[in-house]
Structures are given as structure tokens and as C-alpha cells.
């Protein structure tokens, strides 16, 4: 490896922990984006993956319904994040089921009764 090799490595390391958790890349502010965030940036404002947040908008329909432009790309709401964030504690901390998850979260966020 030539000097120019080594000092490009040196000043760029490309697998460094520290550029993975690199504090100055600002997450998303909620608040400028009106409440509607997409899939991408609720993975990483979650900690959630991608496809587990698909598999639990199946699984807790009732409650995760985000909205869509046009037929595919995501718009989750501050709501939405609320229950993902719920439905993740209930599952790691609670170590509940799908069902358990499930029941709890009819308990934890009723449906709104329309009154027409």
C-alpha cells in the first residue's frame, strides 16, 4: 500500500464504528414534516427494519394504518410511531405474542367511535 493509500485510509477509514454513529447526521424533525413520515425514516427514528414494520402493518391492521400516495410508498403519521414504538416495547421488554400484542394494544388504543 503507497503513502497516498495509507493517508486516504487514515482520514476516510470506511468501516469505522464512529461513521455509523455519527452524531452529526440529524434525524428527521417530526414536526417540520407535518407528521408524516416514510417508512425509511421510521425504520431509523424506530430502530424497526424495513420489512418488520410491513409485517406488523399486516398483523395490527386495526391500529397501524399508514396512509399512501398513490399505490405504494408509506406515510406514517406521529400515531403510527406511537404504536410502533408500543409494539416494540411489548415485544422486547414484555417478550408478549402477536396475539398478546394484539390484546394489548385494543386496551391501550380504543377505536374512536364516529358519530354520525
Do not use: H
Not at 406511537?82 to 405474542?97: A, M, P, R, S, V
Amino acid at each position: 500500500m503507497c503513502a497516498a493509500e495509507q493517508s486516504f485510509k487514515s482520514e476516510y477509514p470506511g468501516n469505522s464504528p464512529n461513521l455509523r454513529n455519527d452524531k452529526r447526521i440529524a434525524e428527521p424533525d417530526i414536526k417540520s414534516l407535518d407528521g408524516m413520515l416514510t417508512i425509511g425514516q421510521v425504520s431509523r427514528l424506530t430502530g424497526v427494519d424495513k420489512n418488520t414494520l410491513r409485517y406488523w402493518e399486516k398483523k395490527y391492521s386495526e391500529f397501524l394504518i399508514p396512509n399512501r400516495i398513490g399505490t405504494s410508498q408509506r406515510q406514517y403519521s406521529l400515531r403510527d410511531v406511537e404504536i410502533i414504538k408500543t409494539i416494540k416495547k411489548l415485544q422486547n421488554e414484555e417478550y408478549l405474542t402477536v396475539k398478546g400484542v394484539y390484546l394489548r394494544l385494543k386496551t391501550l388504543f380504543p377505536k374512536k367511535k364516529n358519530k354520525t
